[in-house]
C-alpha cells in the first residue's frame, strides 16, 4: 500500500500563486510514478502534471503549460506542484496520485493511490 498526504491547498486571486505539496509512503518502488489531478464541482477529475521517477520526463496540460511546475524530491518522497499565475478556472480540488507499476501516467487510469485531495480556489 502507498499512502498520500496533500497539503498547500487555500484561497487565493486570481493572478496569485499556490504551492501544493504532496507525500508518499509506504510500500513505495524507486521509480514510481506520482502525478497531479484535479477535479472542478461538476467536470471529470483531468490530468495536470506529471514528472517520472529522475526529472528527465514531464508532461502538462496544454491548460496550465507555462503556469504550473511539477517537481519532485525522491529522497523525501515528496512531490511539488508550483501554481503561479492562477485562474478562477484553476478552482478544484487538486489530488496527488502514485503508481509503483509504471514510470509516468498521464491518464487516472494508470494510478493505483490517491490523496484525499487539496481544495484550491481562486477568486476572480
Known amino acids: 500500500q502507498v499512502q498520500l498526504v496533500e497539503s498547500g491547498g487555500g484561497l487565493v486571486q486570481a493572478g496569485g500563486s499556490l504551492r501544493l505539496s504532496c507525500a508518499a509512503s509506504g510500500r513505495t518502488s524507486s521509480t514510481f510514478a506520482m502525478g497531479w489531478f484535479r477535479q472542478a464541482p461538476g467536470k471529470e477529475r483531468e490530468f495536470v502534471a506529471t514528472m517520472n521517477w529522475s526529472g528527465s520526463s514531464t508532461y502538462y496540460a496544454d491548460s496550465v503549460k507555462g503556469r504550473f511546475t511539477i517537481s519532485r524530491d525522491n529522497a523525501k518522497k515528496t512531490c511539488n506542484l508550483q501554481m503561479n499565475s492562477l485562474k478562477p478556472e484553476d478552482t478544484a480540488v487538486y489530488y496527488c496520485?502514485?503508481?509503483?507499476?509504471?514510470?509516468?501516467?498521464?491518464?487516472?487510469?494508470?494510478?493505483?493511490?490517491w490523496g484525499q485531495g487539496t481544495q484550491v480556489t481562486v477568486s476572480s
Open positions: 496520485a502514485a503508481d509503483p507499476r509504471i514510470r509516468i501516467g498521464r491518464t487516472s487510469g494508470e494510478y493505483d493511490y
